[in-house]
Structure formats: structure tokens, C-alpha cells
């Protein structure tokens, strides 16, 4: 087990990987609680930006693409702070205790690095996981995992949808284990809506296992910018407040 400290920095080395692999920055120029800046009001930079955000955003498509392209890096992160702080507002009078004070301090002035948000906002996120054991017939190795793969596309573009990974056991090779995490339990009930699970059950349903399926849930009590790198904590915030369905 890793303490909070080498969770953290583990969490700073993942960000870094992953910015010098999209070309994306993680760092910020910090405008907040600039009077260029002048957040909240109808003149000034943020105003402007904020507009400009808002139109592309415009459609659910776009911000499901949005929130997906956040998780991989692929977004700057000056424009996630802005979609942040967005949706901060607009739900202003309902944030939880760690939301709010990610906001609060964003816009008095901001955060030194990306990290340093995460770490206050990433505790706000609530997660339902669940480890999974699939003990495989041999004969049915390939088409499980043909099936996985499908399912796996899926469920990464979902919104809610914080982590999927898999992998063959070391010690039996017809064996298969899951860890799957997303934001609370509606962000597992919308997978379990989906096209791409219904396509899963409909192969399980065909017999491909040697023994009944090991599935065990549980609640994360972690924080989750000890694990993730903060574009992924970003975009469970983001997910956890419904921005997808409900825009900014």
C-alpha cells in the first residue's frame, strides 16, 4: 500500500506522462481573481471565454466528446478550470463540502498547479466499484475477449465511467479479472443501460463460462486524486454533476 504522500506523487508523475503524450499542458496561466479576469460579471476575459466555452459545449454530443477527451489528456487545462468553474456556478447553491471549496478558491485566485486542484475536489467525488472474476471455458477465450473489447470501447466513452481495467491471471490462463469504477451509483446504472452492456449480456448469456461469475461491489473512501491523474478527476467532477445531460 502506498501512503497519501507517494499516492500523491504517483498521481503528479501520471499527470506529467500523460501531458508529455498528448502534447497537452498541465500547467496554468493563472488569471483568476485578476481584474482582466473579472469573474462573475458580464465584462472582462472570463466573461468572454466563458461565452465561447458555452457554444461549443452547446449539444449533449459535444460534451460527452468534451468530458472523454478530458479523461485522455486531450484537453487544455486552462479551458478545464473555466468548465469547471462553469459548472461550479451554475449549481452554486448545492456543491458539496469539497466542490464548494475547489470553487471558492479557484476563483479568489486559482491553484499553483493542476495537482493542487485535484486534491482539494477529488474527495467530492463519489465512487461505486466493483471487482469482477471470470473463470472462461477454453474453447471460448477468443470470443470473450472479442466480447470484452466491444464493451470495453463502450464504457470508456461513458461519462460516469472512471475506470475499466482488465487482465488475464498469472497463474491460470482461462481466468480474468475486472476492476471497474464509476461516479456513485447512477453512473453504474447508466452503464448497465447501455447498448454496449446489453451487447455483454447477450454473450454471457450464451454460456461462455466454466463457473458463475465472482462479482463483488464496493464503496471508494480513497481520494481520488491519490489515484488518477487531475484531467481524470476533472472529468468525474464534471460527470457527477450531470454536465453531459444538463450542460453548463
Known amino acids: ?33 485578476t481584474a482582466a479576469w473579472n469573474w462573475g460579471s458580464a465584462v472582462g476575459e472570463a466573461h468572454d471565454r466563458a461565452a465561447v466555452l458555452r457554444a461549443k459545449l452547446s449539444s449533449r454530443e459535444a460534451r460527452q466528446d468534451f468530458v472523454y477527451e478530458m479523461k485522455r489528456n486531450a484537453v487544455a487545462w486552462d479551458e478545464t478550470e473555466l468548465c469547471l468553474a462553469l459548472a461550479w456556478q451554475r449549481r452554486s447553491s448545492k456543491l458539496s463540502p469539497a466542490f464548494g471549496r ?21 474527495p467530492g467525488v463519489e465512487r461505486i466499484c466493483l471487482n469482477i472474476r471470470f473463470d472462461v471455458k477454453a474453447d471460448r477465450v477468443e470470443d470473450f475477449e472479442a466480447a470484452i473489447a466491444k464493451n470495453e470501447a463502450g464504457t470508456r466513452r461513458e461519462p460516469k465511467n472512471i475506470r475499466y481495467s482488465f487482465g488475464r491471471s498469472t497463474t491460470s490462463p482461462t481466468t480474468f479479472h475486472f476492476q471497474e469504477q464509476f461516479c ?65
Open 184 to 248: 456513485g451509483q447512477a453512473g453504474f446504472d447508466a452503464h448497465a443501460s447501455t447498448a454496449h452492456f446489453a451487447a455483454w449480456e447477450n454473450f454471457a448469456n450464451t454460456g461462455p463460462f466454466a463457473a458463475d461469475p465472482v462479482v463483488d461491489f464496493w464503496k471508494a473512501t480513497t481520494n481520488l486524486a491519490d489515484e488518477e491523474p487531475p484531467c481524470v478527476v476533472a472529468a468525474a467532477v464534471l460527470a457527477s454533476l450531470d454536465v453531459v445531460d444538463e450542460g453548463l
Open 102 to 122: 475547489a470553487y471558492e478558491t479557484l476563483v479568489a485566485g486559482g491553484f499553483p498547479t493542476p495537482t493542487a486542484l485535484a486534491d482539494v475536489m477529488g
Open 1 to 33: 500500500l502506498l501512503s497519501p504522500k507517494r499516492r500523491r506523487m504517483r498521481g503528479v508523475c501520471v499527470a506529467a506522462v500523460c501531458a508529455v503524450a498528448s502534447g497537452v499542458t498541465m500547467t496554468t496561466t493563472n488569471k483568476w481573481g
